[in-house]
């Protein structure tokens, strides 16, 4: 079966780093997404990773071990609207297949 | 970037009544769409898989003959929930990818809540 798995919730302080976890076991895997999701919100992109190794963008950087079934994402100088849900999502089959979404990590940013 | 958007943003209906939510892509052509539906402080669920001028494909569990999807065009996908309970209120998403590149990366709409009263 499918199963991802993330944190259900997190607190972190403002100008901090934080990284959320993130472990997967698909039956195939072909790309694993972060996105980023405000209350009441559709979620909005925020990284791609498909081969081993860390992706940095900005204040936020992505990192994928495809032998170990983990990624984890790292914010960096956390500020308040960084307060939002965090869906890890990973593509199981090939070309253009839906993603299967992890249940969310909710980050509150504070003061 | 691409854009998607969603109509109705928001949408309050009877039991009994049917709702129709369409999602376009607005600057790009998407031959395949993908609806999603979200419960509070759950994950995205994938209803099913809308392709172009075909029938979609539906996950499991998902009644096709109560969540209506009809892809017409490169351009609209529609969602219509049939005969609407209050267990179907819930948040609808759609997306949709340009199919290009390795990414496939998906673009979604902004949702629609949909509350049966």
């Known amino acids: 079966g499918q199963n991802i798995d993330q944190p259900t919730e997190m607190t972190a302080t403002e100008g901090a780093i934080v990284q959320i976890n993130c472990t997967y076991q698909?039956?195939?895997?072909?790309?694993l997404f972060w996105y980023q999701q405000h209350a009441g919100e559709a979620p909005t992109f925020l990284s791609y990773?498909?081969?081993?190794g860390l992706e940095e963008k900005g204040r936020f950087s992505s990192f994928l071990s495809r032998s170990k079934g983990y990624s984890y994402l790292l914010l960096k100088e956390l500020q308040m609207k960084d307060s939002a849900s965090y869906l890890c999502?990973?593509?199981?089959?090939?070309?253009?297949?839906?993603?299967?979404f992890g249940k969310g990590t909710r980050l509150s940013v504070i003061a | 970037g691409a854009v998607v958007s969603q109509h109705p943003s928001w949408v309050i209906c009877k039991s009994g009544t049917s709702v129709k939510i369409e999602c376009r892509s607005l600057?790009?052509?998407?031959?395949?769409m993908f609806w999603y539906r979200q419960f509070p402080k759950q994950s995205l669920m994938l209803m099913a898989t809308?392709?172009?001028?075909?029938?979609?494909?539906?996950e499991q569990g998902v009644e096709k003959d109560k969540f209506l999807i009809n892809h017409a065009s490169l351009t609209l996908s529609t969602l219509t929930v049939t005969s609407a309970h209050p267990e179907d209120s819930s948040f609808y998403i759609c997306?949709?990818?340009?199919?290009?590149?390795?990414?496939?990366?998906?673009?979604f709409g902004p949702g629609t809540r949909l509350t049966v009263t």
């Open positions: 999502a990973v593509r199981d089959g090939a070309g253009n297949t839906p993603l299967v």
């Open positions: 990773n498909v081969l081993d």
């Open positions: 997306s949709a990818s340009i199919g290009a590149g390795a990414s496939y990366e998906q673009y």
């Open positions: 600057d790009f052509q998407a031959t395949t």
């Open positions: 809308s392709n172009e001028g075909s029938k979609a494909t539906y």
């Open positions: 698909t039956s195939g895997f072909n790309g």
